[in-house]
């Protein structure tokens, strides 16, 4: 497949229930990560925005399952690589998205600072974050959902998972639980803790940052239990 023309590969798809993924290597760009999408009745959540070449892909495949980019109201970033955060600013300037982050990461969404742009050779555009995370678990309230937001430290400071259940399901996004976890700011021992908890969860699917929708739960659980046991 081809993967510079993103759109002749996987189209967005619906994940389960009101969640799809909008983009991702095949779906919006080869630098991206798995870009997510939470629907409410009202509004749209993203999680992840992708490396920043991007943006009007995802923007294009929001639209192409028939809802409107103006909604688009939060984005939550898991962490501050580039291939997570590189749209950012472009949600923020044409949409007015407010940017949620945790704390130990934040610093490096507004400056830059070892984003990792180097490693795409792309240039990374700073974006203010509005709501910096501090806490082991915060609830967002979204809507009619009730989105749970954890402090997943060990492939950075600051990563975050988070997840919410719908219907009878609970959909948890795991960004990058594959890590590395030999990158600067990267902490083994953090990570171990960081994925018991995700496995505690007993998720019944799993939207992972790379590489792609992980169910049932025996499934879910045996992915991030291989991560585990390699640290």
């Given at each position: ?16 229930g ?39 892909r ?9 809802f ?6 939060i ?7 580039l ?6 600013a ?25 984003v ?11 974006c ?44 948890l996004?795991g ?19 960081s ?20 169910q049932p ?15």
């Amino acid at each position: 497949m081809d993967k510079k023309n993103p759109q002749n590969n996987i189209k967005a798809f619906k994940v389960w229930g009101n969640v799809y993924q909008i983009g991702g290597p095949e779906i919006s760009g080869p630098e991206d990560c798995s870009v997510y999408m939470i629907s409410s009745r009202q509004d749209l959540l993203l999680v992840d925005s992708g490396a920043g070449q991007s943006f009007d892909r995802l923007v294009q495949n929001i639209e192409s399952l028939g809802f409107d980019p103006k909604k688009i109201k939060i984005v939550v970033a898991t962490h501050a690589h580039l291939d997570h955060i590189g749209s950012l600013a472009r949600f923020k300037e044409k949409f007015g998205v407010k940017v949620i982050a945790h704390k130990l990461d934040a610093e490096e969404i507004e400056t830059g600072k070892e984003v990792g742009a180097e490693l795409y050779g792309l240039r990374y555009r700073p974006c203010k974050v509005d709501i910096k995370l501090t806490e082991e678990k915060e609830r967002l309230i979204f809507g009619e959902y009730e989105l749970n937001i954890l402090h997943t430290p060990g492939h950075t400071p600051g990563s975050i998972a988070c997840y919410l259940d719908v219907g009878d399901k609970r959909i948890l996004f795991g960004q990058d639980i594959h890590g590395p976890y030999n990158l600067p700011g990267a902490d083994l021992r953090a990570a171990k803790n960081s994925l018991q908890k995700l496995i505690d969860l007993q998720a019944d699917i799993l939207c992972e940052g790379h590489f792609g929708i992980y169910q049932p739960k025996e499934e879910v659980e045996k992915y991030i239990e291989s991560y585990l046991e390699e640290l």
